[in-house]
């Protein structure tokens, strides 16, 4: 039970982990090329649920809490929502030549 709220990092640790890995993953796609979901075969939902699952670790390493994961889960939440009011971003999420 102790498990559930102890904390094997600082929580400021998570959320800096959580904003480089959301950043780095943002370029990996953009890089990879945009596809909805429509358009995926099998093999890219399987490389998906892959790539999720490592980044699960970088995100929140060793850590098995509660907390942790929540603090994890706000702050992709949180970056998603403050990054697409810049209109940058906005341009890029949607697909648009950034130049």
């Given at each position: 039970?102790?498990?559930?709220?102890?904390?094997?990092?600082?929580?400021?640790?998570?959320?800096?982990?959580?904003?480089?890995?959301?950043?780095?993953?943002?370029?990996?796609?953009?890089?990879?090329?945009?596809?909805?979901?429509?358009?995926?075969?099998?093999?890219d939902?399987?490389?998906?649920?892959?790539?999720?699952?490592?980044?699960?670790?970088?995100?929140?390493?060793?850590?098995?809490?509660?907390?942790g994961?929540?603090?994890?889960?706000?702050?992709?939440?949180?970056?998603?929502?403050?990054?697409?009011?810049?209109?940058?971003?906005?341009?890029?999420?949607?697909?648009?030549?950034?130049?």
């Amino acid at each position: 039970m102790n498990n559930l709220s102890s904390l094997a990092l600082p929580w400021r640790q998570f959320a800096v982990r959580v904003i480089f890995v959301y950043m780095a993953l943002l370029v990996l796609l953009r890089i990879s090329g945009k596809r909805s979901f429509g358009e995926m075969s099998a093999f890219d939902v399987i490389v998906l649920v892959l790539v999720g699952g490592t980044l699960r670790t970088s995100i929140v390493g060793m850590d098995t809490s509660f907390f942790g994961a929540l603090i994890a889960v706000a702050t992709i939440v949180a970056t998603d929502r403050g990054m697409v009011r810049a209109p940058l971003y906005r341009a890029w999420r949607r697909g648009r030549p950034l130049w």
